[in-house]
């Protein structure tokens, strides 16, 4: 993967910011990353498909990309689009999969002071198999809700319809917090693997970060939260 991945040119790399802010515009992403403070986070990960670990991100708030962007009122979401490149990619030829991968995240959920861009690990510069040079952290959701080497963040007042919602919907849904109690169709979620140790240890409600995000989905209980 990572020799694959050397392919992608990180430099020069332009993000746009555009949907429902005051003014849309093109940025680099060093000129971004000299708009904000960079800061070192240890956050848990947690797989989808049951295993975890812990990675020490360097980046800064999602809130700060937020601030960056002056959304307008009527912003409701916050959607990422990551890069397309076939001839980098070949994997992007293949008509089965819808891309660019696409997430999304509630403005709630972008302004929460857990809510991480990704610029580096380890006390480096990502390398590009980690979503260089810009990706999502977030803590409490499963991995597949951080998108990586985006290119592309818009403001919306509509949900944005993400790449595993349109591949299986039944599967991976819009929320996707972690939660022990809530099986995947096809396994348990009750236990995770810790990919460093190869211990097995219980889950926690998304993902032991509870305290600082549960109350974000307050009254939501028709959604499906967990999935």
């Given at each position: 993967m990572a020799r694959a991945a050397s392919k992608l040119k990180t430099r020069p790399w332009t993000i746009t910011i555009d949907g429902l802010v005051e003014q849309p515009r093109q940025v680099g992403i060093d000129d971004l990353l000299k708009a904000v403070t960079l800061e070192e986070r240890l956050y848990r990960h947690r797989c989808v498909e049951g295993w975890s670990m812990a990675l020490p991100w360097t980046g800064f708030p999602m809130k700060a990309l937020v601030d960056y962007a002056r959304p307008l009122g009527s912003a409701k979401y916050v959607r990422f689009e990551t890069f397309l490149d076939r001839a980098v990619a070949p994997?992007?030829?293949?008509?089965?999969?819808?891309?660019?991968?696409?997430?999304?995240?509630?403005?709630?959920?972008?302004?929460?002071?857990l809510a991480f861009m990704v610029t580096g690990i380890y006390g480096k510069p990502a390398p590009n198999q980690f979503g260089a040079p810009l990706r999502v952290a977030l803590p409490w959701k499963?991995?597949?809700?951080?998108?990586?080497?985006?290119?592309?963040?818009?403001?919306?007042?509509?949900?944005?319809?993400s790449f595993w919602e349109v591949v299986q919907g039944g599967e991976y849904g819009f929320w996707a917090n972690v939660n022990p109690a809530v099986a995947h169709p096809r396994w348990s979620q009750a236990t995770e693997k810790d990919i460093?140790?190869?211990?097995?240890?219980?889950?926690?409600?998304?993902?032991?970060?509870?305290?600082?995000?549960?109350?974000?989905?307050a009254g939501m209980e028709k959604e499906k939260l967990f999935m």
């Open positions: 994997g992007q030829n293949g008509r089965f999969y819808p891309w660019p991968y696409v997430e999304g995240v509630t403005m709630a959920e972008a302004n929460n002071e499963y991995g597949f809700k951080s998108a990586k080497a985006i290119v592309k963040v818009t403001f919306t007042e509509q949900r944005p319809k460093a140790t190869g211990e097995r240890r219980p889950t926690l409600i998304y993902n032991g970060y509870g305290e600082y995000v549960a109350g974000l989905y």
